[in-house]
């Protein structure tokens, strides 16, 4: 581990006393969001040590242009950044002149941080000595709001220990920011306006290129020992800012506070007419409402999440706050309201990768989202790519594909491809799969079949279309190869015949061609409107299916596996365990090309065909492949241990399972990979979330029935979990001696428990 200051806490994320060389980690780990923007947990008042600054508004970015030293065709012409917002949050302090930063502080003691999970709000206190001897305490809190989107809120406070002092709050909007992470050093944003009207403040700013058109806003109110007062401002504008001061004598022992709200509108979901008094309305608003009771309101909108989302554990604290660290992270990032919208692999948090939508919403999102919300909110997220089959198809083109061809990014914000490695976006073409995976899995777990006539088949069509044109027909080994591929395993590049990604391919196939049938059968009119506009004919469905029938699997018959991809076996085969320490990570470690001719696996790979297709291969045979594979897995992806930790416990294998729960559930709060300053993984939170209901808890959907086959590591008294299962809510409790059913819904239902079905009706415990 190389954190271990983050203090166990079932429902809070907890930091006490102040060490500068931890500011950036916690700016990641105390992030907050409300799914339309977020921002790291960076200090209101001015700060000159070390900090990165963050504040994130969800679909915006800028096409930063692609650096690559030598430019190939069909490279993506950028990369898409997530874009350092105009700052709302800023309030400069200063006490009898001097200003409060604690970089420059004589003393600070009693310095406490807390992300208070349960109720949605960040909060810091500390007592500060300043330069001029002022001694002061200092107390501030901050969400911003699930019930009102555009909005923030922060109460700061200030109280003078051992002197009368003059105190100033100068509260400002900032546009003249900048991205920690770009490639050319662009501008990314044109300041259009700043203006004010009466106490309220704004700035309107467009992106370069985008022209995504914001306003940024804020207004206060000003307390004296909690009651409002008013102050003359003093006002100091500039071409990118503005700032309004407000001073007070303050007596010794009394407090003087502030409240700000801020935050921003956007185009996006407004005519740019319109956002100036959106902004307007919502300081109207929010100051009629009062800070305390927008705090109150949070809490409730968060109860109403935790009531279905919660995962409890008993007796392991810091296996209960990892798993609500992640769901809290999960569910500041995406909250399903927006359609346009897609979960960033670092959401709120940091910039890093740029885009909005990897695989990683298919594959490890949408079963949280599908179990945890209404089953509308994983329908958005198909529809999603449903919206971004055209630029799917495009991206296609590009490469030399037709007919219908459809790619889909490894990158994107809008549906076209913005990554720029190019391993990765010509070879990780298995992202393709998971989109196909994720139609089926959404169908088989909500029972809702409309979305394949409505939208997906053309989805599963273009993406089978895809598969079809990329194999090749080897006469030498008289089957279809895939060539030049990257695995999930990122550590192996341009390689053939990757397993996972021809199991994929073959799966895509076959599964459009029965869903094909299916919609013909029982959907005559989308069936009719499908084949008309994407072209298809039977005998083209056919030659998909010999493909998909003729498939090549490279296979050791010494190990009795399926080799990851052709050569496998050809490596030096050293494992993990046999590694210097002083090497890990192998990616901050070695060079690239040391890594490409190791064995060493980044992330499940052909393990992860068997998570997918788990029904497809026998117990014995996920047994033989994880003893080989996981001793050569570095889990240096954030992907990785979940996948890991439900195959050990389907394995029986608790002490291991548990290991791998605790690594995915505390990977950023105990900065495993050494790189959390930089943010959160946070679609892979998800994959903490199935470790333990696919996982510890063994749920399953088989035969349009939930099964489950509850075990429980040593080290817990109990947990539980709810899943919303076709409009109902099963809780499922778990202890060392048995398991407990309840059903919040208004008819039985038919589960499996360890293989026997059981019926468990509504407000009626079962026990088995």
Same mark, same amino acid.
């Given at each position: 581990?190389?954190?271990?200051?983050?203090?166990?806490?079932?429902?809070?994320?907890?930091?006490?006393?102040?060490?500068?060389?931890?500011?950036?980690?916690?700016?990641?780990?105390?992030?907050?969001?409300?799914?339309?923007?977020?921002?790291?947990?960076?200090?209101?008042?001015?700060?000159?040590?070390?900090?990165?600054?963050?504040?994130?508004?969800?679909?915006?970015?800028?096409?930063?242009?692609?650096?690559?030293?030598?430019?190939?065709?069909?490279?993506?012409?950028?990369?898409?950044?997530?874009?350092?917002?105009?700052?709302?949050?800023?309030?400069?302090?200063?006490?009898?002149?001097?200003?409060?930063?604690?970089?420059?502080?004589?003393?600070?003691?009693?310095?406490?941080?807390?992300?208070?999970?349960?109720?949605?709000?960040?909060?810091?206190?500390?007592?500060?000595?300043?330069?001029?001897?002022?001694?002061?305490?200092?107390?501030?809190?901050?969400?911003?709001?699930?019930?009102?989107?555009?909005?923030?809120?922060?109460?700061?406070?200030?109280?003078?220990?051992?002197?009368?002092?003059?105190?100033?709050?100068?509260?400002?909007?900032?546009?003249?920011?900048?991205?920690?992470?770009?490639?050319?050093?662009?501008?990314?944003?044109?300041?259009?306006?700043?203006?004010?009207?009466?106490?309220?403040?704004?700035?309107?700013?467009?992106?370069?290129?985008?022209?995504?058109?914001?306003?940024?806003?804020?207004?206060?109110?000003?307390?004296?020992?909690?009651?409002?007062?008013?102050?003359?401002?003093?006002?100091?504008?500039?071409?990118?800012?503005?700032?309004?001061?407000?001073?007070?004598?303050?007596?010794?022992?009394?407090?003087?506070?502030?409240?700000?709200?801020?935050?921003?509108?956007?185009?996006?979901?407004?005519?740019?007419?319109?956002?100036?008094?959106?902004?307007?309305?919502?300081?109207?608003?929010?100051?009629?409402?009062?800070?305390?009771?927008?705090?109150?309101?949070?809490?409730?909108?968060?109860?109403?999440?935790?009531?279905?989302?919660?995962?409890?554990?008993?007796?392991?604290?810091?296996?209960?706050?990892?798993?609500?660290?992640?769901?809290?992270?999960?569910?500041?990032?995406?909250?399903?309201?927006?359609?346009?919208?897609?979960?960033?692999?670092?959401?709120?948090?940091?910039?890093?990768?740029?885009?909005?939508?990897?695989?990683?919403?298919?594959?490890?999102?949408?079963?949280?989202?599908?179990?945890?919300?209404?089953?509308?909110?994983?329908?958005?997220?198909?529809?999603?790519?449903?919206?971004?089959?055209?630029?799917?198809?495009?991206?296609?083109?590009?490469?030399?594909?037709?007919?219908?061809?459809?790619?889909?990014?490894?990158?994107?914000?809008?549906?076209?491809?913005?990554?720029?490695?190019?391993?990765?976006?010509?070879?990780?073409?298995?992202?393709?799969?998971?989109?196909?995976?994720?139609?089926?899995?959404?169908?088989?777990?909500?029972?809702?079949?409309?979305?394949?006539?409505?939208?997906?088949?053309?989805?599963?069509?273009?993406?089978?279309?895809?598969?079809?044109?990329?194999?090749?027909?080897?006469?030498?080994?008289?089957?279809?190869?895939?060539?030049?591929?990257?695995?999930?395993?990122?550590?192996?590049?341009?390689?053939?015949?990757?397993?996972?990604?021809?199991?994929?391919?073959?799966?895509?196939?076959?599964?459009?061609?029965?869903?094909?049938?299916?919609?013909?059968?029982?959907?005559?009119?989308?069936?009719?409107?499908?084949?008309?506009?994407?072209?298809?004919?039977?005998?083209?469905?056919?030659?998909?299916?010999?493909?998909?029938?003729?498939?090549?699997?490279?296979?050791?018959?010494?190990?009795?596996?399926?080799?990851?991809?052709?050569?496998?076996?050809?490596?030096?085969?050293?494992?993990?365990?046999?590694?210097?320490?002083?090497?890990?990570?192998?990616?901050?470690?070695?060079?690239?090309?040391?890594?490409?001719?190791?064995?060493?696996?980044?992330?499940?790979?052909?393990?992860?065909?068997?998570?997918?297709?788990?029904?497809?291969? *026998?117990?014995? !045979? &996920? @047994?033989?492949?994880? =003893?080989?594979?996981?001793?050569?897995?570095?889990? /240096?992806?954030?992907? $990785? %241990?979940?996948?890991?930790?439900?195959?050990?416990?389907?394995?029986?294998?608790?002490?291991?399972?548990?290991?791998?729960?605790?690594?995915?559930?505390?990977?950023?709060?105990?900065?495993?990979?050494?790189?959390?300053?930089?943010?959160?993984?946070?679609?892979?939170?998800?994959?903490?979330?199935?470790?333990?209901?696919?996982?510890?808890?063994?749920?399953?959907?088989?035969?349009?029935?939930?099964?489950?086959?509850?075990?429980?590591?040593?080290?817990?008294?109990?947990?539980?979990?709810?899943?919303?299962?076709?409009?109902?809510?099963?809780?499922?409790?778990?202890?060392?001696?048995? *398991?407990?059913? !309840? &059903? @919040?819904?208004?008819? =039985?239902?038919?589960?499996?428990?360890?293989?026997? /079905?059981?019926?468990? $009706? %509504?407000?009626?415990?079962?026990?088995?």
């Amino acid at each position: 581990m190389n954190l271990d200051y983050i203090i166990p806490n079932n429902w809070s994320i907890l930091e006490e006393g102040f060490d500068p060389q931890q500011v950036k980690a916690s700016e990641s780990l105390f992030s907050i969001g409300n799914g339309a923007m977020g921002q790291r947990a960076n200090f209101e008042e001015h700060y000159s040590g070390p900090t990165f600054q963050g504040s994130y508004i969800a679909g915006v970015y800028y096409p930063d242009k692609t650096r690559v030293g030598w430019w190939k065709n069909g490279y993506p012409e950028y990369f898409a950044k997530v874009l350092n917002a105009p700052s709302w949050i800023g309030i400069n302090v200063s006490i009898n002149g001097e200003a409060l930063d604690l970089h420059t502080c004589k003393n600070i003691e009693n310095f406490k941080r807390e992300l208070n999970m349960k109720e949605g709000w960040l909060s810091r206190s500390f007592t500060a000595t300043l330069p001029n001897d002022i001694e002061v305490e200092v107390n501030v809190k901050r969400f911003l709001s699930l019930d009102i989107d555009e909005l923030g809120a922060i109460d700061y406070s200030v109280k003078p220990l051992n002197a009368d002092a003059t105190i100033t709050y100068q509260p400002y909007l900032d546009s003249g920011i900048t991205n920690e992470d770009t490639n050319w050093d662009d501008k990314f944003w044109d300041t259009v306006k700043v203006s004010q009207e009466g106490e309220k403040a704004f700035i309107e700013a467009k992106t370069m290129k985008t022209e995504f058109y914001t306003c940024t806003f804020m207004e206060s109110q000003l307390f004296h020992n909690g009651n409002q007062v008013e102050i003359a401002s003093e006002k100091e504008e500039t071409d990118t800012t503005i700032a309004f001061s407000y001073t007070q004598k303050v007596t010794k022992g009394d407090t003087f506070s502030i409240h700000k709200f801020g935050g921003y509108t956007v185009d996006r979901n407004l005519d740019k007419t319109e956002v100036i008094t959106v902004a307007k309305s919502t300081l109207d608003k929010s100051t009629l409402i009062g800070f305390t009771k927008l705090l109150e309101d949070q809490k409730q909108a968060w109860a109403n999440i935790w009531d279905t989302a919660d995962i409890t554990i008993e007796g392991d604290v810091k296996a209960q706050q990892g798993i609500r660290f992640n769901i809290f992270h999960l569910n500041q990032t995406y909250l399903g309201t927006d359609k346009t919208l897609n979960i960033g692999p670092k959401g709120f948090t940091g910039e890093k990768y740029g885009g909005s939508t990897y695989w990683d919403t298919e594959a490890y999102c949408i079963p949280f989202y599908m179990a945890t919300k209404d089953q509308s909110v994983a329908r958005n997220l198909l529809a999603y790519r449903h919206n971004h089959l055209q630029k799917a198809i495009e991206n296609a083109e590009k490469l030399g594909f037709k007919n219908g061809a459809a790619l889909y990014p490894m990158v994107t914000m809008n549906g076209e491809e913005c990554h720029n490695e190019w391993e990765i976006t010509f070879e990780e073409i298995h992202r393709n799969g998971a989109i196909s995976f994720a139609i089926f899995n959404y169908y088989r777990y909500t029972g809702d079949y409309s979305y394949i006539p409505e939208m997906g088949l053309e989805v599963l069509i273009g993406i089978a279309r895809f598969w079809h044109q990329r194999a090749t027909f080897s006469t030498n080994k008289n089957k279809y190869v895939i060539l030049g591929v990257t695995g999930p395993n990122e550590y192996e590049n341009n390689v053939n015949n990757n397993f996972y990604t021809n199991y994929i391919a073959q799966w895509c196939i076959k599964y459009a061609a029965q869903s094909i049938e299916k919609v013909e059968a029982e959907y005559s009119a989308d069936y009719t409107r499908v084949m008309d506009k994407t072209k298809l004919s039977k005998a083209e469905v056919s030659e998909w299916l010999k493909v998909a029938d003729n498939m090549y699997f490279p296979y050791s018959e010494k190990h009795n596996v399926y080799l990851q991809q052709d050569g496998f076996l050809d490596k030096e085969l050293i494992t993990v365990t046999d590694l210097d320490k002083s090497q890990r990570p192998i990616n901050q470690k070695w060079s690239w090309d040391r890594i490409l001719r190791s064995p060493y696996i980044k992330q499940a790979d052909t393990l992860q065909g068997m998570y997918f297709f788990e029904d497809e291969f *026998t117990t014995e !045979e &996920l @047994e033989r492949h994880f =003893d080989f594979y996981e001793p050569f897995t570095v889990h /240096e992806s954030s992907l $990785s %241990p979940c996948v890991h930790s439900i195959q050990a416990a389907k394995l029986d294998r608790m002490d291991q399972a548990y290991t791998f729960y605790l690594r995915t559930s505390r990977l950023d709060l105990d900065d495993y990979n050494h790189e959390v300053h930089e943010g959160l993984h946070i679609t892979s939170m998800a994959g903490t979330w199935m470790s333990i209901v696919e996982g510890f808890g063994g749920m399953r959907v088989k035969n349009d029935t939930l099964s489950f086959e509850p075990k429980i590591p040593k080290q817990w008294d109990g947990y539980s979990f709810k899943v919303n299962f076709r409009h109902q809510v099963v809780k499922v409790s778990v202890n060392q001696n048995e *398991t407990k059913f !309840e &059903l @919040e819904g208004d008819k =039985d239902l038919q589960i499996f428990v360890n293989g026997k /079905e059981v019926t468990i $009706s %509504p407000n009626k415990l079962m026990t088995v």
